[in-house]
Nanobody, 126 residues
Framework: QVQLVESGGGSVQAGGSLNLSCTASGYADSNYCLGWFRQAPGKEREGVAAIYTGGGSEIYADSVKGRFSISHDNARMIYLQMNSLKPEDTAMYYC????????????????????WGQGTQVTVAS
């Protein structure tokens, strides 16, 4: 059974940093798209960053380029380093895993991932 558990969320001042982690287990060794999404109250879920374990460049939402960085450790730990945080980064953050290459839909990270974590809250105070 695939299980994803996020950690590392919290409250920070604007300009601060957080490093989110996602512990992943229960899936076979293969190539996957690993992603981070976020959802703020009253807003749709947004793809923040994604990386394909089979190689290639990371993908970032325009709103976080240059500030966030996604990485992984053998697809079993997925990280999201968040720097220069802004109040608009406040949201519930979810890690997600899907088999195969990462997919873009109309210029954004496709939300159609097969496995999701429960989320970790990030709050950025102004």
């Amino acid at each position: 059974q695939v299980q994803l558990v996020e950690s590392g969320g919290g409250s920070v001042q604007a300009g601060g940093s957080l490093n989110l982690s996602c512990t992943a287990s229960g899936y076979a060794d293969s190539n996957y798209c690993l992603g981070w999404f976020r959802q703020a109250p009253g807003k749709e879920r947004e793809g923040v960053a994604a990386i394909y374990t089979g190689g290639g460049s990371e993908i970032y939402a325009d709103s976080v380029k240059g500030r966030f960085s996604i990485s992984h450790d053998n697809a079993r730990m997925i990280y999201l380093q968040m720097n220069s945080l802004k109040p608009e980064d406040t949201a519930m953050y979810y890690c997600a895993v899907d088999r195969g290459a990462c997919v873009m839909l109309r210029g954004v990270i496709s939300p159609y991932f097969g496995y999701w974590g429960q989320g970790t809250q990030v709050t950025v105070a102004s």
